[in-house]
């Protein structure tokens, strides 16, 4: 089994300051964890994925994410926000097959980032 | 690029009428899914297609059929739509195999409004 627990419903910085999106997980396999970002109106972009390599995952745009497997956590980071960051951010877990398996995706709630001038 | 699309932005329907949509890809993908996505609930999986003629129900398959005839194409099939169907609905394509780590290709999204 496994879960994803976005902290943030909503989170509201000004432009140029940090971001930090919160994001935990559980998952009975080692898992795969990504972070996809949907801007108004449009599908769902890959920011950045976790697959057992490096644990500082550096994405587009500037973002990164740490995956901490003691806090279960994979938290998404951004030093400077800009206003195209605005958007909704979904933090993703998928267990982490070999072969042709299909992994299943689950999502987390989201998180509306807001970014004020 | 991965290119995923879908036959509609916006749709809207009336109770009862059946309803589809559908989706394309252009990268010869193994695996096709749609979703549907609600405010606060965030994506929930309806049903999916790992090869042509396959498919597989997600977690929310009640009321939705599909349809895969061929590899590119990916149909959801609202048999008599219902009010509670109201959402977006997003489809995604991934390849299979080990490289992929699951990593998921997502179309533009259908709105769908039934009055």
């Known amino acids: 089994a496994q879960s994803v627990t976005q902290l943030d419903s909503h989170v509201s910085v000004s432009e140029g300051t940090p971001v930090l999106l919160r994001c935990n997980y559980s998952s009975s396999y080692s898992p795969s964890l990504f972070w996809y970002v949907q801007h108004p109106n449009k599908g769902l972009q890959l920011l950045l994925k976790?697959?057992?390599?490096?644990?500082l995952v550096k994405g587009i745009n500037g973002f990164e994410a740490e995956f901490k497997k003691s806090e279960t956590s994979f938290h998404l980071t951004k030093p400077s926000a800009h206003m195209s960051d605005a958007a909704e951010y979904f933090c993703?877990?998928?267990?982490?097959?070999?072969?042709?398996?299909?992994?299943?995706?689950?999502f987390g709630q989201g998180t509306i980032l807001t970014v004020h001038p | 690029d991965v290119k995923v699309t879908q036959s509609s932005r916006y749709l809207v329907k009336r109770t009862g009428e059946k309803v589809f949509l559908e989706c394309v890809q252009d990268m010869d993908h193994e695996n096709m899914f749609w979703y549907r996505q609600d405010p606060g609930l965030g994506l929930r999986l309806i049903y999916f297609?790992?090869?042509?003629?396959?498919?597989e129900k997600g977690d929310i398959p009640e009321g939705y059929s599909v349809s895969r005839e061929k590899k590119e194409r990916f149909s959801l099939i609202l048999e008599s739509a219902s009010t509670n169907q109201t959402s977006m609905y997003l489809c995604?394509?991934?390849?299979?195999?080990?490289?992929?780590?699951?990593?998921?290709?997502f179309g533009p999204g259908t709105r769908l409004t039934v009055l």
């Open positions: 993703v877990v998928s267990p982490r097959l070999s072969g042709t398996s299909y992994g299943k995706l689950t």
């Open positions: 995604a394509s991934s390849p299979l195999g080990a490289g992929s780590y699951n990593e998921q290709f």
């Open positions: 976790y697959t057992s390599a490096a644990t």
């Open positions: 297609s790992y090869d042509v003629k396959m498919k």
